[in-house]
């Protein structure tokens, strides 16, 4: 007989206990995400509409905004779902898909 075990959720720690430093936290959560989702949009937008940004250079700045915008789109909602709400774990597989 083997000893197994296997991992199905893990367990998120809470930033605060209080409702007021949670709700600090959204608000600081959404500012920052505002501030780089609008960052990486002026990003994309001055490389794809600049003709003479059209450099290996820019050509990589682009696809690191691009690369940016997905991961704070993926991790940032949840992690503000998670400050608001009375959400402790979280499971593998979204563990992995945000990865």
């Known amino acids: 007989m083997s000893n197994s075990s296997s991992i199905s959720h893990f ?7 209080r409702r007021q430093l949670q709700l600090l936290h959204f608000c600081l959560l959404l500012g920052i995400s505002l501030a780089a ?3 990486n ?12 940004l059209h450099t290996p250079m820019f050509f ?7 690369t ?7 991790t940032v909602p949840k992690a ?6 009375d959400t402790t ?3 593998y597989t979204r563990c992995a898909a945000q990865l």
């Open 41 to 52: 949009g002026l990003i994309i937008s001055a490389v794809a509409c600049g003709h003479h």
């Open 60 to 66: 990589f700045l682009l696809n690191l905004a691009l």
């Open 11 to 17: 367990l998120l720690l809470a930033l605060a206990d």
């Open 37 to 39: 989702l609008l960052g």
């Open 68 to 74: 940016d915008l997905g991961s704070i789109c993926t």
């Open 89 to 91: 774990t979280i499971s």
């Open 80 to 85: 503000m779902h998670n400050s608001l709400g």
